[in-house]
Every structure is written in C-alpha cells, then in structure tokens.
C-alpha cells in the first residue's frame, strides 16, 4: 500500500503543456488543407441530373457557379415557386448574369480569364426555357465554355422519376 | 477529508490520440469535385447566312415537354439514341472527295456523307425538362465517345477518352505533344458537331 503514499513533495506538480503548440498546429494545418471554402448556400433545389459521359472539373476557383431551380421549401415565400437562379448568395434574375460574369472575371488573374467555365448547377425539373435563356445570357457576355454538372449515373435514371 | 495534491497528468499520449485523430479525418473527409459534361456555347454574330447542308447530312433530334423524342421524323426510346447516332454518323455514305475510308458504318446514300460533314441537330422546347435535356446530350456524347475510341483504338491502341484523361492529368509521365497530336487525329476523324437550335416559344 506504500505506493499511494509515495507523493508527498508539496505543491501542484505543474502539468507539461509542451506538446499542446504541437496539437493545435498539426489541427490548424489539417484544416487548412482540407476544408474547401464553401461562401455560397443554396437557395434553390438542387438535384442534378445523372450522366456518364463526363469530365471531371479541376481547377475549382476557374469555375462560376450558376444556380438555377425551385426556390427551396424556406424561400418560397419570398421567391415564389417559379424555377429561379441563384449566384453567389442571392436570388437573382436574367439580367444580373453579364454583371456576375464580369466581376468573376474581374476578380481573377489575367492569363487564367481565358480557361474560365460557368458551371451550369441545374435542378432535374427545371424548364430548359430557362436554361437556354441563360446560356444565351452567358453568350452575350461572352462566356462560352460551360459546363452542365450532373451527378454520376446512366443516363437512363433520369427518366425513372416517371411513371 | 484533506485535499490532495494533483497527480501529474502524462501528456506522452497526447500526440498518439491527435495522431488518431488527424487520421481518422484525413481516411473520412473527401474533398469531392463536380463532374459534367463539357460544352462551347456559339459566340453571338451578325446574322449570316448558314452554309448550305445536305439534307441527309443532319440528324434531327426533337425533345418535347413529355421527355419523347422524336429522331428523324419517328419516335424513339432514348435506349436507342445512341446507336442509331452511331449508324448516322459513322455511314460514310459518300463517294469521290467525300468518301470515308475509316467508317464501317452501311454507306447508305440517304444518310451522311462522312463525319466530319454529320451535323447533328438537338431541339426542344421551352418546356422540356432539363434532365431529359441532359440524358438526351449524354447519349449523343455517348456516340461520339464509341467512334471515337474505336478509332483511337484502331490507331494507337488506347482508347480516346483515356487519352483524353492523361491529357488533363498533370502527373502524366510521356510525350504531351505527341498525346495532344493524337488526340487532335481523332477529334478530326470525329469532329462534334452538335447544333442546338434557339428552343421554340410554346
């Protein structure tokens, strides 16, 4: 029983916090790498549809993402139900697509301008009225390379949902 | 009861349980990319005459708001879009200048000449869904895919869409230039030309 008897020197023995700089670094660094800065939250439904002739996107600060569907269950009130588009944050309507264009190019450096895609993020039950009203919005702008970002999948489960 | 003094803690497996844990996240969080199908939209210019193109050299397919489409004046199962786009494209129907040496396709003379004259032409509606649109779209890169890999396969071996792969990857180890040629070969063999008309109103 002599060995729960043996600390008997006085005082708080202080604890090591040296590795603690170790910890909070390696956690600080770990987050750093992996967490992609994510500015936008969708307002609108989002389901992609399935394709599988695809190409995978790098490069993700080339990418301008346009939303397009639905306003979700909590917006509908104040967006209504029609299919609406989304950029950055806000709803937005047609119009507002050359000004975003421009202040994504503005925004990046000159040489990459050129290698820029507007990714086309577009709920399965969306219109293609308001697709090609978009694309012919990116046109104008002169914005030609999309790309139409859909889920992996044959292309034949997009038309399941139906009866 | 007297107080007693506080046992020094050990910190030595401080660093085994953040280790456990940078682990744990690094196996569980993955960094996900969007994948899509790639496109170039037509600049915007003056208006101008199209050039003239044979009639049998287009390959019209209609989408209505039901997601039925409507191939070359007959209804069609999306299931058979794809090959009946192979059977278009790669007939080779034509003669002298415009013959298509590299084509297997039945060489009829009411369908396209060689590929690189086949204009596919992708309508719809204002109402079309757009993810018939896209199962539409996917299909006929489906096509274009199939041909094109047969022939890179014919040629150098490998299949396109592979080469196309190694292209992008930025760890490729081998002759870039020599990569891009090739695939630049079969683009031409295979050129995609997929004309989207304006949707019509109604």
Do not use: H, W
Not at chain 1, 4 to 22: E, N, Q, R, W, Y
Not at chain 1, 31 to 42: K, L
Not at chain 2, 128 to 140: C, F, G, P, R, W
Not at chain 2, 160 to 181: C, H, I, R, S, V
């Amino acid at each position: 029983m002599s060995k729960f008897k043996k600390k008997k020197d006085g005082g708080i023995p202080a604890i090591s916090t040296a590795s603690l700089p170790d910890i909070v670094f390696m956690l600080l660094f770990f987050f750093m790498v992996v967490t992609v800065m994510r500015d936008t939250s969708i307002k609108v439904k989002n389901t992609l549809p399935f394709a599988d002739q695809v190409e995978k996107l790098e490069k993700k600060d080339l990418i301008m993402y346009i939303y397009a569907g639905e306003p979700s269950d909590r917006y509908k009130e104040v967006a209504g139900t029609e299919a609406r588009i989304q950029l950055n944050d806000k709803f937005a309507s047609l119009k507002d697509i050359k000004q975003f264009v421009f202040e994504e190019r503005e925004s990046t450096r000159d040489e990459l301008r050129q290698a820029m895609i507007a990714g086309l993020k577009v709920d399965m039950e969306t219109n293609m009225g308001l697709v090609s009203d978009i694309k012919t919005e990116l046109r104008e702008a002169e914005a030609l390379k999309i790309t139409y970002i859909t889920r992996p999948g044959e292309a034949a489960r997009n038309l399941q949902r139906r009866y | 009861m007297a107080r007693r003094n506080a046992p020094e803690v050990n910190a030595g497996s401080m660093a085994d349980i953040a280790f456990l844990l940078l682990i744990f996240f690094l196996v569980t969080t993955t960094i996900e990319t969007d994948i899509g199908i790639n496109r170039k939209l037509p600049p915007i210019q003056d208006q101008q005459d199209p050039p003239p193109l044979k009639e049998r050299n287009i390959f019209i397919v209609l989408i209505n708001s039901n997601g039925d489409l409507l191939v070359e004046d007959d209804p069609m199962e999306l299931k058979d879009l794809k090959q009946s786009a192979i059977q278009f494209l790669d007939n080779g129907g034509g003669t002298g200048d415009e013959k298509c040496d590299y084509c297997r396709g039945p060489r009829d003379t009411s369908s396209s000449d060689n590929p690189i004259k086949a204009v596919i032409s992708l309508q719809n509606n204002r109402l079309t869904k757009y993810s018939d649109y896209i199962a539409v779209q996917n299909e006929l890169i489906a096509a274009y895919n199939f041909l094109r890999n047969r022939e890179a396969n014919r040629l150098f071996g490998v299949d396109f869409t592979e080469m196309e792969k190694a292209y992008k990857n930025p760890e490729y180890q081998g002759n870039k230039d020599k990569l891009k040629e090739r695939i630049q070969v079969i683009k031409d063999m295979y050129p995609q030309k997929l004309s989207e008309a304006e949707p019509k109103r109604t």
